[in-house]
């Protein structure tokens, strides 16, 4: 080990006595000299001072005397001390010994051999197995041996060295050790010197830590744009087809885009029943509307599209809903030469649409909604003589959210594969001829908010199809099947009810439901219309009905309850209109009915019929009075009480129901005079000479000839208590 601190040198264990350089040190001196003259030379070019490098190392320079033999020669005083650290400076300035570990016996080699070419032949081989015994010695052999420098006294020479040169000792390793872990040899060092900014090891580490980051954000990017763009599912499938032609000849010749599997796509995503077109006829809507996608429809939807089942399935509705002419908005098929068309709504209101199957997006057909991300939302088309059956491929508009087709020639029944439209917020299909029992999927739209069914039977319209087939709307299947009465929709509605906990209006009317109401009713907390009016209904108004606290409308009529009203009817504080006509019920009023303030229109008419609507049973019907309270209902306008062995006097406090445009009383037990309050109304509105409100009494001799039930001097019509025979008053 060799170190350099002051003025004293160690080597070994012994240190060095003065020494004059070698030759070949004095050459090495003058070469590094030489080379800093060169570099202090502040009026060379950078070119000019890497040439006059390159020739001094190669031993082109002058004899140029350095600063350190000037040195020398001024400190003649013999000062043995300073001329003894002069003579440690060996190696030039940019050599310094540092350790690096090396196990490599020829790198080793080869720095011994770098030291030598320094200092001559003078220094052994580092294998020398004598002079490795030497340096073991405590004595200094002279000369340079394995692990020791040139003695002190071979380097001192008649030159001064500098001091300042920055000259360090090297140091060889014994490499005969068994297995060195360190070799120590001499390098450049610069004290001022950094190290490059790619090795430095905070600024990798920063860099690693920020590419770590950006790849995360790069990625959420991905993530977040892949999301937004996906739209509808599409399935893929995989097509198999031959690139040479076929032995037999086919019917057609193949598209690119049928070979691109555009077929099996539509066939396998959208038809759902495991149809597929090959079975059908030219004529099939199905088949019709896939020969519009592939060689009509300027679009061109190719089969990864997420716009294609959706315009494929509208194609369907179209051509499935066959007429000479859509009423509003006929199909482009039936008017090639427009495109669009101007409709005016009820409000004399216009707005411009495209028509069905034009060259328009699916969007902006008549009809149809869509969000901002072209996704159809909604299809309504109300009154435009549709003829024809509701195609299963509906279904295929997944995110549809109402689907409106009321006032049209529709029949056959309710595809089944409705249910797969879960986003489905409404459902109107109303006065139609729709038949069959609803199905149970439907009660899988747990989402639905209206539903509407009503008007299925007794319709009387007529159709003429795009053949000129007339279409009867009072037989089943529109009488395609024969003359068979077509009576509605079937089965008990009520029974799954509970599941549309969204729902706020269940219109099922004038259809051939039966059974009872569901107790499961009462779950329907945001129900307010409630109409079942005329079917086969029977049993008790349940009870849970009365929780149901936002009913507004509560529509019973012509049905086969028997029931009373229930007692805590005065629950629905928000009640506008209670209708329970042409059903058997019985009891008094309750009195909670008068706490009915909204209350418009109160119907408990025609109510003696005890077991069918052709059976009157006089123990049946409402009994009791009419009370006083029955003035606290201003807003009421419809009061109809006919037909009911109530009894009692009508009071004065009815009155105060200045709204009443039709009050009808006859037919009852009411006896007494008419109050004078409510004669005062017909001036207002009770009076017929305009048609807009009827007053009915018992007013006509009773039975012809008696003494009438009622006096009444301002009723529009008088009718007779025994024969129910009502005559206006002229």
Same mark, same amino acid.
Request: net charge negative; with cysteine.
């Given at each position: ?42 009026? *060379? ?57 090396? &196990? ?34 405590? %004595? ?8 020791? *420098? ?52 905070? =600024? ?6 920020? +590419? ?64 597929? +077109? ?31 089942? &959706? ?8 051509? /499935? =809903? ?37 060259? +328009? ?34 279904? /295929?508009?997944?995110?549809? !959210? ?26 109107? *299909? ?17 989402? @639905?908010? !209206? ?40 089965? $008990? ?42 079917? =086969? ?33 005065? &629950? ?50 409402? %009994? ?11 807003? *009421? ?48 509105? @009770? $009076? ?43």
């Amino acid at each position: 080990m060799v170190t350099d601190r002051g003025n004293t040198l160690t080597h070994g264990k012994a240190s060095t006595d003065k020494m004059d350089l070698p030759p070949e040190g004095r050459a090495a001196l003058d070469k590094r000299n030489a080379i800093q003259q060169v570099m202090k030379d502040a009026s *060379l070019s950078g070119a000019e001072r890497s040439k006059k490098i390159q020739a001094i190392m190669k031993g082109n320079f002058p004899n140029v005397e350095s600063a350190d033999d000037q040195e020398y020669d001024s400190s003649a005083d013999g000062n043995v001390s300073r001329n003894y650290q002069n003579s440690t400076s060996v190696l030039p300035s940019h050599m310094l010994a540092t350790a690096r570990s090396n &196990q490599n016996k020829e790198s080793s080699r080869t720095a011994m051999t770098l030291f030598h070419s320094m200092y001559g032949n003078s220094t052994p081989s580092i294998y020398d197995e004598q002079d490795n015994e030497s340096a073991s010695t405590d %004595t200094p052999t002279p000369g340079v041996g394995f692990g020791s *420098l040139p003695h002190p006294e071979e380097l001192i020479t008649n030159e001064v060295v500098d001091p300042n040169s920055g000259l360090a000792v090297a140091t060889a390793v014994d490499l005969d050790e068994d297995d060195p872990d360190y070799l120590y040899e001499a390098i450049e060092y610069d004290p001022n010197s950094k190290p490059p900014l790619h090795k430095n090891r905070r =600024f990798r580490t920063y860099t690693c830590f920020a +590419f770590i980051i950006i790849l995360i954000v790069i990625s959420c990017l991905v993530v977040y744009i892949v999301s937004e763009t996906r739209t509808t599912k599409i399935i893929t499938v995989d097509v198999d087809y031959q690139a040479q032609p076929t032995v037999s000849p086919s019917a057609s010749p193949i598209t690119d885009r049928e070979r691109s599997g555009i077929i099996l796509q539509l066939q396998t995503g959208v038809l759902l029943r495991n149809e597929t +077109f090959e079975e059908m006829d030219e004529f099939d809507p199905r088949r019709r509307a896939l020969d519009w996608i592939l060689n009509i429809d300027v679009q061109q939807f190719e089969s990864d599209d997420a716009r294609l089942y &959706q315009r494929f399935a509208l194609a369907i509705l179209a051509f /499935a =809903f066959d007429s000479k002419a859509w009423y509003y908005c006929p199909s482009s098929m039936h008017h090639s030469f427009l495109s669009q068309c101007v409709v005016t709504d009820s409000n004399n209101s216009t707005e411009t649409s495209a028509r069905w199957l034009s060259r +328009f997006s699916e969007c902006e057909w008549y009809g149809v909604t869509c969000s901002a991300d072209e996704i159809v939302r909604g299809v309504d088309l109300i009154q435009n003589e549709l003829i024809g059956t509701i195609p299963h491929e509906i279904a /295929a508009l997944s995110f549809l !959210q109402f689907f409106a087709l009321p006032y049209n020639c529709i029949f056959g029944t309710i595809p089944p594969e409705i249910s797969s439209l879960r986003h489905l917020l409404s459902l109107e *299909l109303q006065e139609n001829a729709l038949s069959g029992v609803i199905p149970a999927s439907l009660y899988d739209l747990t989402k @639905l908010q !209206q539903l509407n069914l009503a008007n299925q039977y007794g319709q009387t319209r007529t159709c003429t199809t795009s053949r000129g087939q007339e279409i009867d709307m009072k037989y089943r299947m529109g009488g395609l099947g024969g003359p068979f009465d077509a009576f509605g929709l079937e089965g $008990n509605p009520s029974s799954n009810v509970g599941v549309f906990r969204s729902l706020k209006g269940l219109y099922l009317q004038n259809n051939a439901f039966t059974g009872e109401i569901s107790d499961e009713i009462g779950n329907l907390k945001y129900l307010r219309f409630l109409d079942l009016t005329d079917n =086969f209904i029977e049993g008790p108004i349940p009870e849970d009905l009365m929780k149901v606290r936002k009913l507004r409308i509560l529509l019973l009529s012509e049905n086969f309850l028997h029931s009373s009203l229930p007692s805590d009817i005065g &629950q629905l504080s928000d009640l506008q209109s209670l209708t329970v006509n042409g059903n058997s019920m019985h009891g008094d009023i309750p009195p909670g009915l008068y706490n009915l303030t909204k209350l418009e229109n109160l119907r408990l008419d025609e109510t003696l019929m005890a077991n069918s609507p052709w059976l009157v049973d006089p123990d049946e019907g409402f %009994t009791g009075t009419l009370s006083e309270r029955i003035g606290e209902l201003k807003k *009421l306008r419809l009061l109809l009480l006919s037909n009911n062995p109530i009894s009692g006097t009508i009071p004065n406090e009815l009155g105060n129901c200045t709204q009443l445009t039709n009050v009808r009383l006859h037919r009852t037990n009411l006896t007494g005079t008419m109050p004078m309050s409510v004669c005062l109304l017909r001036d207002k509105f @009770l $009076n017929n000479k305009a048609n807009t409100g009827v007053l009915y009494a018992d007013c006509r001799p009773y039975n012809r000839t008696g003494v009438p039930w009622l006096k009444c001097g301002c009723c529009t019509d008088c009718c007779d208590h025994t024969t129910g025979v009502c005559i206006a008053d002229d």
